[in-house]
Every structure is written in C-alpha cells, then in structure tokens.
C-alpha cells in the first residue's frame, strides 16, 4: 500500500506541476490562481503522515522517519531530476512565461517525480521529509536558472 500512495503522490505531483507550468508559460496566468491543484500531493502526504502516525507505534517513528535511504534520496532525487530540469527550462524558453522563477519551481516538481519509483523507503513519514527536501532542492535550483534561462 505505501509504495501505490508514493507513486500516486509524484503523478499527483508531477500532473499539478505540469498543468502549473502549461499555463505559467503565458504571460496571462497569475500564480496564485494555480495552487487549488498544487495542495493536492501536499495534503495527500499530510493525510498519510497522520494515518502512519494514528496507526504505528511512537517506538517506530523515528525508525520510519530516517529510513534507510535519506541521503541516497536526497542525493538522487535532484541527480535524476537535474536532466529533466533542463529539458522543462528549454521547453519553457519558447513560451512566455512573466513568472520565470515559479515555472523553474514547477519544473523542478515535475523532475523530482521521476524517483519516485526508484528508493525502497515507501513510509509516508519518510516521503514527507526527504521527498519534500529533495523536491524543495530541485525546484529551488529551477527557480535559479529560469531567471537566467527564461526570457522573452
């Protein structure tokens, strides 16, 4: 079940940050207007987060949060995400985006969702700290670079 939740949170990660960066990429869209489907793999998380921690006994959660994986993961998830990254920024040159830091965050987002079904620690407990880590990370990177590679 953890493992079906982690894929099920990077596609919903992944199509909120695609459809966020399809419309960032007019000079129209307002960001603001796009985190109604942005909050959903948050509030997944945080409601997976609460189940685990209901569920699992206090003696276990710290185990579950560290996992076995937590610098493999944040080590990786920008790693394989950096590629990604690139192509979404080029792509994004020939649109028009007024936003360029929040569509190089977009697209750090949809890069990061491509681990997902790489690391074996699937607790809910872990995906919230690492995964958010590693994506902030790719998505901070994405923002940095939009400013210097986006223009029009």
Known sequence: ???????????ALAVSSLSALRALSR???EPRDLLPPLIVAPALIAMAVLA???AMPASTWSARL???NSL????????????????????????ASSHPAVSGAAAGGIAAAFYASHCTDDSPLFVATWYTMAVAILAIAG??????VIHW
Do not use: D
């Open 1 to 11: 079940m953890a493992v079906a939740f982690k894929i099920v949170v990077a596609i």
């Open 27 to 29: 000079p129209e869209t």
């Open 52 to 54: 685990e921690l209901i």
């Open 66 to 68: 560290v996992g076995t």
């Open 72 to 95: 493999v993961c944040l080590t990786f998830i920008p790693l394989i995400g950096i590629g990604p990254l690139a192509l979404l920024l080029l792509a994004l040159r020939y649109g």
């Open 143 to 148: 923002a940095f670079a939009a400013r210097r």
